[in-house]
Protein backbone atom coordinates (compact mmCIF):
# COMPACT_ATOMS: atom_id res chain seq x y z
CA UNK A 1 0.00 0.00 0.00
CA UNK A 2 1.17 3.37 -0.56
CA UNK A 3 2.09 5.62 2.68
CA UNK A 4 1.66 9.13 1.85
CA UNK A 5 -2.45 8.64 2.19
CA UNK A 6 -1.43 8.58 5.77
CA UNK A 7 -3.68 11.68 7.34
CA UNK A 8 -4.47 13.77 4.69
CA UNK A 9 -8.14 13.79 4.54
CA UNK A 10 -6.96 17.42 3.13
CA UNK A 11 -6.55 16.08 -0.16
CA UNK A 12 -10.14 15.58 -0.54
CA UNK A 13 -10.11 19.60 -1.30
CA UNK A 14 -7.10 20.42 -2.74
CA UNK A 15 -6.32 20.32 -6.44
CA UNK A 16 -8.21 20.85 -9.99
CA UNK A 17 -10.12 18.19 -11.38
CA UNK A 18 -13.28 19.15 -12.87
CA UNK A 19 -16.17 17.52 -10.98
CA UNK A 20 -19.31 18.92 -12.95
CA UNK A 21 -22.10 20.84 -12.32
CA UNK A 22 -23.20 19.09 -9.24
CA UNK A 23 -22.09 21.23 -6.18
CA UNK A 24 -19.86 18.49 -5.53
CA UNK A 25 -16.72 20.03 -6.49
CA UNK A 26 -15.47 21.38 -2.91
CA UNK A 27 -15.45 17.23 -2.26
CA UNK A 28 -14.07 15.76 -5.37
CA UNK A 29 -11.40 18.68 -5.96
CA UNK A 30 -8.66 17.09 -4.18
CA UNK A 31 -6.98 15.23 -7.16
CA UNK A 32 -3.53 16.16 -8.63
CA UNK A 33 -2.93 17.04 -12.46
CA UNK A 34 -3.24 13.57 -14.54
CA UNK A 35 0.04 13.52 -15.94
CA UNK A 36 -0.43 10.19 -18.21
CA UNK A 37 -2.47 7.92 -19.38
CA UNK A 38 -2.42 5.69 -15.96
CA UNK A 39 -2.57 8.18 -13.96
CA UNK A 40 -5.61 9.92 -15.46
CA UNK A 41 -7.45 6.64 -15.37
CA UNK A 42 -6.63 6.58 -11.22
CA UNK A 43 -7.69 9.61 -10.58
CA UNK A 44 -11.14 9.14 -12.96
CA UNK A 45 -11.47 6.07 -10.28
CA UNK A 46 -10.79 8.03 -7.56
CA UNK A 47 -13.57 10.71 -8.95
CA UNK A 48 -16.03 7.81 -9.23
CA UNK A 49 -15.23 5.89 -5.79
CA UNK A 50 -15.93 9.11 -4.09
CA UNK A 51 -18.90 10.58 -5.70
CA UNK A 52 -20.14 7.13 -4.46
CA UNK A 53 -19.21 7.48 -1.13
CA UNK A 54 -20.56 11.61 -0.90
CA UNK A 55 -23.52 10.47 -2.56
CA UNK A 56 -25.28 7.28 -2.79
CA UNK A 57 -26.32 4.88 -5.24
CA UNK A 58 -26.06 6.69 -8.94
CA UNK A 59 -26.69 5.34 -11.91
CA UNK A 60 -24.43 5.70 -14.88
CA UNK A 61 -26.12 8.56 -15.98
CA UNK A 62 -25.83 10.47 -13.14
CA UNK A 63 -22.40 9.73 -12.50
CA UNK A 64 -21.50 11.04 -15.67
CA UNK A 65 -23.55 14.12 -15.55
CA UNK A 66 -22.01 14.76 -11.71
CA UNK A 67 -18.42 13.90 -12.53
CA UNK A 68 -18.36 15.68 -16.38
CA UNK A 69 -16.86 12.53 -17.61
CA UNK A 70 -18.12 10.78 -20.99
CA UNK A 71 -20.87 8.31 -20.11
CA UNK A 72 -19.02 5.39 -22.28
CA UNK A 73 -15.67 6.66 -19.75
CA UNK A 74 -17.92 6.29 -17.15
CA UNK A 75 -19.29 2.70 -18.16
CA UNK A 76 -15.68 1.38 -18.31
CA UNK A 77 -14.97 3.06 -14.73
CA UNK A 78 -17.19 1.10 -13.01
CA UNK A 79 -16.76 -2.21 -14.78
CA UNK A 80 -13.00 -1.62 -13.33
CA UNK A 81 -14.34 -0.76 -9.97
CA UNK A 82 -17.13 -4.08 -10.00
CA UNK A 83 -13.85 -6.43 -11.09
CA UNK A 84 -11.93 -4.94 -7.86
CA UNK A 85 -14.70 -5.46 -6.10
CA UNK A 86 -15.50 -1.84 -4.76
CA UNK A 87 -18.97 -0.74 -6.26
CA UNK A 88 -21.58 -3.25 -6.95
CA UNK A 89 -25.05 -2.94 -8.98
CA UNK A 90 -27.77 -2.23 -6.99
CA UNK A 91 -31.76 -1.85 -7.78
CA UNK A 92 -32.73 -0.09 -11.17
CA UNK A 93 -32.93 3.75 -11.21
CA UNK A 94 -37.13 3.77 -12.38
CA UNK A 95 -37.16 7.19 -11.19
CA UNK A 96 -37.80 9.80 -14.45
CA UNK A 97 -36.83 6.75 -16.47
CA UNK A 98 -38.19 6.37 -20.01
CA UNK A 99 -37.91 3.43 -21.41
CA UNK A 100 -35.55 0.53 -20.08
CA UNK A 101 -34.56 1.60 -16.38
CA UNK A 102 -30.33 2.14 -15.69
CA UNK A 103 -29.13 0.02 -12.82
CA UNK A 104 -27.99 1.90 -9.89
CA UNK A 105 -24.17 1.64 -9.47
CA UNK A 106 -23.64 1.86 -5.35
CA UNK A 107 -20.12 1.46 -2.86
CA UNK A 108 -19.30 -2.49 -2.24
CA UNK A 109 -15.98 -3.32 -0.61
CA UNK A 110 -17.79 -5.21 1.90
CA UNK A 111 -14.77 -7.73 1.97
CA UNK A 112 -13.02 -4.34 2.68
CA UNK A 113 -12.50 -2.83 6.01
CA UNK A 114 -10.14 -0.37 7.71
CA UNK A 115 -9.26 -0.37 11.76
CA UNK A 116 -9.58 2.53 14.19
CA UNK A 117 -7.97 2.08 17.60
CA UNK A 118 -8.62 5.17 19.97
CA UNK A 119 -6.38 5.58 23.20
CA UNK A 120 -8.35 7.54 25.55
CA UNK A 121 -7.43 8.12 29.48
CA UNK A 122 -9.02 5.63 30.60
CA UNK A 123 -10.31 3.19 27.64
CA UNK A 124 -9.31 1.79 24.39
CA UNK A 125 -11.68 1.45 21.28
CA UNK A 126 -11.35 -0.23 18.72
CA UNK A 127 -13.66 0.14 15.76
CA UNK A 128 -14.12 -1.61 11.93
CA UNK A 129 -15.67 -0.09 9.25
CA UNK A 130 -15.99 -1.96 5.94
CA UNK A 131 -16.08 0.78 2.70
CA UNK A 132 -19.64 1.49 2.97
CA UNK A 133 -18.81 2.78 6.18
CA UNK A 134 -20.63 0.39 7.73
CA UNK A 135 -19.48 -0.99 11.71
CA UNK A 136 -18.51 -4.71 11.30
CA UNK A 137 -16.54 -4.95 14.61
CA UNK A 138 -16.42 -2.44 18.04
CA UNK A 139 -14.63 -3.25 21.50
CA UNK A 140 -14.46 -0.96 24.13
CA UNK A 141 -12.12 -1.74 26.88
CA UNK A 142 -11.70 -0.20 30.09
CA UNK A 143 -7.80 1.05 30.97
CA UNK A 144 -6.39 3.72 33.35
CA UNK A 145 -4.20 4.91 30.70
CA UNK A 146 -2.39 7.65 32.57
CA UNK A 147 -0.82 4.79 35.16
CA UNK A 148 0.82 2.76 32.51
CA UNK A 149 3.78 3.37 30.30
CA UNK A 150 3.75 4.21 27.04
CA UNK A 151 4.71 0.88 26.33
CA UNK A 152 2.72 -1.02 28.33
CA UNK A 153 -0.14 0.89 27.04
CA UNK A 154 0.62 0.14 23.27
CA UNK A 155 0.42 -3.36 24.39
CA UNK A 156 -2.54 -3.56 24.91
CA UNK A 157 -3.87 -1.21 22.29
CA UNK A 158 -1.72 -4.09 20.09
CA UNK A 159 -3.82 -6.56 22.08
CA UNK A 160 -7.31 -5.29 21.11
CA UNK A 161 -6.45 -4.58 17.63
CA UNK A 162 -5.04 -7.90 17.21
CA UNK A 163 -8.57 -9.86 18.40
CA UNK A 164 -10.09 -7.09 15.62
CA UNK A 165 -8.28 -8.10 12.73
CA UNK A 166 -8.41 -11.59 13.74
CA UNK A 167 -12.05 -11.49 14.31
CA UNK A 168 -12.44 -9.69 10.74
CA UNK A 169 -10.77 -12.15 9.46
CA UNK A 170 -13.18 -14.66 10.50
CA UNK A 171 -16.02 -12.61 8.90
CA UNK A 172 -14.12 -13.20 5.28
CA UNK A 173 -12.69 -9.36 5.53
CA UNK A 174 -8.96 -7.88 4.75
CA UNK A 175 -8.16 -5.16 7.30
CA UNK A 176 -6.43 -2.48 4.59
CA UNK A 177 -4.76 -0.71 7.43
CA UNK A 178 -4.81 0.27 11.21
CA UNK A 179 -4.83 4.39 12.33
CA UNK A 180 -4.26 4.95 16.09
CA UNK A 181 -6.36 7.93 17.53
CA UNK A 182 -4.73 9.28 20.31
CA UNK A 183 -4.81 12.62 21.94
CA UNK A 184 -2.43 15.12 22.19
CA UNK A 185 -0.27 16.46 18.90
CA UNK A 186 0.85 13.70 17.16
CA UNK A 187 3.75 14.17 13.84
CA UNK A 188 2.06 12.29 11.72
CA UNK A 189 4.72 11.61 8.82
CA UNK A 190 6.93 10.06 11.93
CA UNK A 191 4.28 8.01 13.51
CA UNK A 192 5.42 9.84 16.78
CA UNK A 193 2.96 10.86 19.45
CA UNK A 194 4.99 14.31 20.28
CA UNK A 195 2.73 15.45 23.49
CA UNK A 196 -0.01 13.43 25.00
CA UNK A 197 -0.35 15.47 28.36
CA UNK A 198 -3.04 13.77 29.86
CA UNK A 199 -1.28 10.75 29.07
CA UNK A 200 1.93 11.67 30.48
CA UNK A 201 3.30 10.97 27.38
CA UNK A 202 5.95 12.65 25.46
CA UNK A 203 8.10 11.37 22.20
CA UNK A 204 6.22 8.15 22.00
CA UNK A 205 7.47 6.43 18.80
CA UNK A 206 3.63 4.82 18.98
CA UNK A 207 3.19 3.65 15.30
CA UNK A 208 6.62 1.39 15.55
CA UNK A 209 5.54 0.24 18.67
CA UNK A 210 2.43 -0.97 17.70
CA UNK A 211 4.03 -2.58 14.27
CA UNK A 212 6.47 -4.10 16.20
CA UNK A 213 3.56 -6.07 18.11
CA UNK A 214 1.57 -6.74 15.90
CA UNK A 215 4.20 -8.24 13.58
CA UNK A 216 5.49 -8.41 10.03
CA UNK A 217 1.96 -9.34 8.17
CA UNK A 218 -0.15 -6.69 10.03
CA UNK A 219 -1.73 -4.02 7.94
CA UNK A 220 -0.44 -0.23 7.81
CA UNK A 221 -0.32 1.73 10.65
CA UNK A 222 -0.68 5.34 11.06
CA UNK A 223 -1.33 7.34 13.75
CA UNK A 224 -3.60 10.54 14.23
CA UNK A 225 -4.99 13.02 16.21
CA UNK A 226 -8.72 12.40 18.31
CA UNK A 227 -10.00 15.39 17.01
CA UNK A 228 -8.97 15.15 13.31
CA UNK A 229 -10.50 11.66 13.33
CA UNK A 230 -13.44 12.49 15.02
CA UNK A 231 -13.52 15.86 12.83
CA UNK A 232 -14.19 13.63 9.37
CA UNK A 233 -15.94 10.71 10.96
CA UNK A 234 -18.95 13.73 11.80
CA UNK A 235 -17.97 15.29 8.21
CA UNK A 236 -18.38 11.61 6.23
CA UNK A 237 -21.18 10.48 8.13
CA UNK A 238 -23.34 13.94 7.46
CA UNK A 239 -25.90 13.52 4.93
CA UNK A 240 -24.69 14.49 1.78
CA UNK A 241 -24.26 17.68 0.22
CA UNK A 242 -25.26 19.12 3.88
CA UNK A 243 -22.44 19.82 5.76
CA UNK A 244 -18.93 20.72 3.76
CA UNK A 245 -17.97 22.93 6.53
CA UNK A 246 -17.85 22.19 10.21
CA UNK A 247 -15.66 22.68 13.20
CA UNK A 248 -16.05 19.76 15.33
CA UNK A 249 -15.53 20.41 19.67
CA UNK A 250 -14.64 16.91 21.22
CA UNK A 251 -14.69 16.70 25.46
CA UNK A 252 -13.15 14.57 27.42
CA UNK A 253 -10.18 14.76 30.33
CA UNK A 254 -9.54 16.88 27.58
CA UNK A 255 -10.67 19.17 25.04
CA UNK A 256 -10.03 19.37 21.23
CA UNK A 257 -11.13 20.74 18.14
CA UNK A 258 -10.71 20.14 13.94
CA UNK A 259 -12.20 22.02 11.24
CA UNK A 260 -13.37 20.88 7.91
CA UNK A 261 -13.47 23.96 5.35
CA UNK A 262 -13.72 23.53 1.78
CA UNK A 263 -13.59 19.94 1.98
CA UNK A 264 -10.64 20.31 3.58
CA UNK A 265 -9.02 18.84 7.17
CA UNK A 266 -7.64 21.90 9.29
CA UNK A 267 -5.19 20.25 11.39
CA UNK A 268 -3.63 21.27 15.28
CA UNK A 269 -5.50 23.61 17.01
CA UNK A 270 -4.68 23.46 20.80
CA UNK A 271 -8.54 24.96 21.40
CA UNK A 272 -8.28 23.33 24.46
CA UNK A 273 -5.77 25.76 25.73
CA UNK A 274 -7.36 28.72 24.95
CA UNK A 275 -7.29 31.11 28.26
CA UNK A 276 -10.70 30.89 29.51
CA UNK A 277 -11.29 29.50 32.61
CA UNK A 278 -12.28 32.15 34.98
CA UNK A 279 -10.46 30.73 37.89
CA UNK A 280 -7.37 30.65 36.12
CA UNK A 281 -7.09 27.23 37.50
CA UNK A 282 -3.50 25.19 36.28
CA UNK A 283 -3.87 23.06 33.64
CA UNK A 284 -1.80 19.84 32.64
CA UNK A 285 0.03 21.85 29.95
CA UNK A 286 1.89 23.79 32.34
CA UNK A 287 -0.59 26.88 32.05
CA UNK A 288 -3.04 28.13 33.83
CA UNK A 289 -6.57 29.02 33.36
CA UNK A 290 -7.09 27.15 30.27
CA UNK A 291 -10.53 26.33 28.77
CA UNK A 292 -10.44 22.46 28.94
CA UNK A 293 -10.06 23.37 33.18
CA UNK A 294 -13.36 24.25 32.97
CA UNK A 295 -15.37 22.78 30.38
CA UNK A 296 -12.85 19.45 30.50
CA UNK A 297 -14.59 16.01 32.14
CA UNK A 298 -13.17 16.15 34.97
CA UNK A 299 -14.14 19.72 36.17
CA UNK A 300 -17.59 18.54 35.21
CA UNK A 301 -17.40 15.12 37.21
CA UNK A 302 -16.30 17.30 40.21
CA UNK A 303 -19.37 20.06 39.64
CA UNK A 304 -21.93 17.65 39.19
CA UNK A 305 -20.92 15.04 42.32
CA UNK A 306 -19.14 14.73 45.37
CA UNK A 307 -15.94 12.98 45.40
CA UNK A 308 -17.02 9.69 46.91
CA UNK A 309 -20.11 9.32 44.32
CA UNK A 310 -19.12 6.15 42.12
CA UNK A 311 -19.30 8.78 38.94
CA UNK A 312 -15.58 9.12 39.80
CA UNK A 313 -15.11 5.58 40.07
CA UNK A 314 -12.69 4.77 37.21
CA UNK A 315 -13.13 1.47 37.11
CA UNK A 316 -16.60 1.93 35.98
CA UNK A 317 -16.22 2.77 32.45
CA UNK A 318 -17.24 6.53 31.22
CA UNK A 319 -20.21 5.27 28.87
CA UNK A 320 -21.72 3.90 32.36
CA UNK A 321 -20.85 7.01 34.82
CA UNK A 322 -22.23 9.98 31.81
CA UNK A 323 -25.16 7.37 31.59
CA UNK A 324 -25.93 7.28 34.92
CA UNK A 325 -25.57 11.32 35.29
CA UNK A 326 -27.75 11.75 32.54
CA UNK A 327 -30.27 9.60 34.50
CA UNK A 328 -29.87 12.47 37.10
CA UNK A 329 -30.52 15.42 35.04
CA UNK A 330 -33.15 14.01 33.12
CA UNK A 331 -34.42 13.42 36.95
CA UNK A 332 -34.14 16.83 37.69
CA UNK A 333 -31.38 16.29 40.04
CA UNK A 334 -30.00 20.08 41.27
CA UNK A 335 -26.46 19.25 41.27
CA UNK A 336 -26.49 17.81 37.85
CA UNK A 337 -28.29 20.35 36.10
CA UNK A 338 -26.55 23.62 37.95
CA UNK A 339 -23.04 21.58 36.43
CA UNK A 340 -24.41 21.15 33.36
CA UNK A 341 -25.64 25.11 33.22
CA UNK A 342 -22.13 26.07 33.90
CA UNK A 343 -20.42 23.70 31.54
CA UNK A 344 -22.75 25.43 29.03
CA UNK A 345 -22.21 28.79 29.88
CA UNK A 346 -17.70 28.28 29.78
CA UNK A 347 -18.83 26.00 26.59
CA UNK A 348 -20.56 29.17 24.88
CA UNK A 349 -17.31 31.08 25.92
CA UNK A 350 -14.80 29.11 23.53
CA UNK A 351 -17.43 28.53 20.52
CA UNK A 352 -18.33 31.85 20.62
CA UNK A 353 -14.19 32.59 20.02
CA UNK A 354 -14.19 29.93 17.50
CA UNK A 355 -17.33 31.42 15.31
CA UNK A 356 -15.61 34.87 15.79
CA UNK A 357 -12.11 33.55 14.48
CA UNK A 358 -13.44 30.72 11.80
CA UNK A 359 -17.20 31.80 11.05
CA UNK A 360 -18.65 28.14 10.61
CA UNK A 361 -21.66 27.44 9.24
CA UNK A 362 -21.51 24.49 12.04
CA UNK A 363 -19.94 23.01 14.87
CA UNK A 364 -20.61 19.93 15.79
CA UNK A 365 -20.05 19.18 19.58
CA UNK A 366 -18.56 15.36 20.36
CA UNK A 367 -17.35 13.32 23.35
CA UNK A 368 -19.07 13.69 26.51
CA UNK A 369 -20.84 17.02 25.33
CA UNK A 370 -22.59 14.77 22.80
CA UNK A 371 -23.74 12.80 25.82
CA UNK A 372 -25.68 15.51 27.31
CA UNK A 373 -26.11 17.26 24.03
CA UNK A 374 -29.95 17.85 25.05
CA UNK A 375 -28.70 20.23 27.57
CA UNK A 376 -26.25 22.15 26.07
CA UNK A 377 -26.85 22.63 22.32
CA UNK A 378 -29.79 24.99 22.78
CA UNK A 379 -28.31 26.81 25.75
CA UNK A 380 -24.56 26.75 23.45
CA UNK A 381 -27.23 27.93 20.06
CA UNK A 382 -28.60 30.86 22.11
CA UNK A 383 -25.66 32.11 23.78
CA UNK A 384 -24.29 32.22 19.97
CA UNK A 385 -27.08 33.62 18.66
CA UNK A 386 -27.19 36.39 21.31
CA UNK A 387 -23.46 37.88 20.69
CA UNK A 388 -23.97 37.81 16.93
CA UNK A 389 -22.96 41.54 16.20
CA UNK A 390 -25.62 41.44 13.09
CA UNK A 391 -28.50 39.80 11.32
CA UNK A 392 -26.45 38.72 8.58
CA UNK A 393 -27.21 35.52 7.13
CA UNK A 394 -24.45 32.88 8.33
CA UNK A 395 -25.54 31.90 11.73
CA UNK A 396 -23.98 29.20 12.85
CA UNK A 397 -26.09 25.86 14.04
CA UNK A 398 -24.64 23.90 16.46
CA UNK A 399 -25.08 20.22 16.85
CA UNK A 400 -24.62 17.46 18.90
CA UNK A 401 -22.60 14.47 17.84
CA UNK A 402 -25.28 11.07 16.78
CA UNK A 403 -22.05 9.18 16.71
CA UNK A 404 -21.44 8.26 20.15
CA UNK A 405 -18.08 8.00 22.40
CA UNK A 406 -16.28 5.98 19.41
CA UNK A 407 -16.50 8.17 16.79
CA UNK A 408 -12.63 9.13 16.80
CA UNK A 409 -12.16 5.19 16.38
CA UNK A 410 -14.82 5.40 13.91
CA UNK A 411 -12.40 8.57 11.77
CA UNK A 412 -9.13 6.79 12.45
CA UNK A 413 -11.21 3.59 10.43
CA UNK A 414 -12.03 5.80 7.88
CA UNK A 415 -8.51 7.03 7.54
CA UNK A 416 -7.45 3.58 6.84
CA UNK A 417 -9.65 2.95 4.18
CA UNK A 418 -8.71 6.93 2.84
CA UNK A 419 -6.02 4.70 0.47
CA UNK A 420 -8.26 2.89 -1.61
CA UNK A 421 -10.49 6.20 -2.19
CA UNK A 422 -7.62 8.40 -3.11
CA UNK A 423 -5.86 5.41 -5.09
CA UNK A 424 -8.92 2.06 -6.38
CA UNK A 425 -5.99 0.63 -8.90
CA UNK A 426 -3.82 -0.24 -6.23
CA UNK A 427 -6.98 -2.91 -5.38
CA UNK A 428 -6.26 -5.75 -7.69
CA UNK A 429 -8.96 -7.20 -9.81
CA UNK A 430 -10.37 -10.02 -7.98
CA UNK A 431 -10.67 -13.12 -10.09
CA UNK A 432 -13.39 -14.26 -8.48
CA UNK A 433 -15.76 -12.27 -6.68
CA UNK A 434 -17.10 -14.82 -4.17
CA UNK A 435 -13.24 -15.33 -3.30
CA UNK A 436 -12.74 -13.44 0.14
CA UNK A 437 -8.63 -14.38 -0.22
CA UNK A 438 -7.82 -12.73 -3.20
CA UNK A 439 -6.02 -10.05 -1.72
CA UNK A 440 -2.15 -9.90 -1.72
CA UNK A 441 0.13 -7.18 -1.00
ZN1 LIG B 1 -3.56 23.99 29.21
Not at 183 to 205: E, I, K, L, M, P
Amino acid sequence: MRQEQHGTTGRRGTGTASTGPTGAGAVLAGYPEAADKASLRRTNLSVMLRHLRENGAQSRTHLAAATGLPKATVSVLVADLIERGLVREGAPDRAGAVGRPHRMVELDGRWICGVGAEIGPDHITVLALDLRGTVVHEDRRALDVPTLTPQAALREVADQVADCLSAVADLGMHAIGVTLVTQGSVDTASGTVAVATNFGWRDVRAVHELRARLGRHAPPVLVENDAESGALAEYLAAPSADVRELVYVTGGIGVGGASISGGKLIRGSEIGHMRLDRLDRPCACGRTGCWEVAVGLQAFLDAAAAPSDRVHDLSVDLADRLDDLLGRADAGEPRTLAALAALADDLALGLGILVDVLNPPRIVLGGYFAVFGRYLVNAAQRALDDRRITPAPGRVLVTASTLGLSNAARGGAHLALEGIFQDPSDVPVRPEPADEHAWSH
